[in-house]
Nanobody
Framework: QVQLVESGGGLVQTGGSLTLSCAASGLAFSVYRMSWFRQAPGKEREFVAGISWSGGRTAYADSVKGRFTISRDNAKKTVYLQMNSLNPEDTAGYYC??????????????????WGKGTLVTVSS
């Protein structure tokens, strides 16, 4: 049984930082590309950041580029999202995702094979 369990969400002030973690079990973690999506109330789930199976390549949504950093530790089967310079527009549920497609494929929710249940990030103004 595949499980992706996110942690690290919470309430933070504008300009603050948070680090999210996603611990995976039940899958061959090192062969999956991993990603983070987010969904704000009333909005569609959107791609935030992605990382290749090796960790050597990363991709970011324009809205978070330069502020967020995705990384992974294959030995710990964990993917991280370091979020800096947070603003209220970053408020959302953040979801960890796994799929086995090549890194160059589009990062879309429809292509995700496994989802975590999410962790809530709230940024106050």
């Amino acid at each position: 049984q595949v499980q992706l369990v996110e942690s690290g969400g919470g309430l933070v002030q504008t300009g603050g930082s948070l680090t999210l973690s996603c611990a995976a079990s039940g899958l061959a973690f090192s062969v999956y590309r991993m990603s983070w999506f987010r969904q704000a109330p009333g909005k569609e789930r959107e791609f935030v950041a992605g990382i290749s199976w090796s960790g050597g390549r990363t991709a970011y949504a324009d809205s978070v580029k330069g502020r967020f950093t995705i990384s992974r530790d294959n030995a710990k089967k964990t993917v991280y999202l370091q979020m800096n310079s947070l603003n209220p527009e970053d408020t959302a549920g953040y979801y960890c995702a796994a799929d086995s497609r090549p890194f160059g494929e589009a990062w879309v929710a429809a292509g995700v094979q496994y989802w975590g249940k999410g962790t809530l990030v709230t940024v106050s103004s």
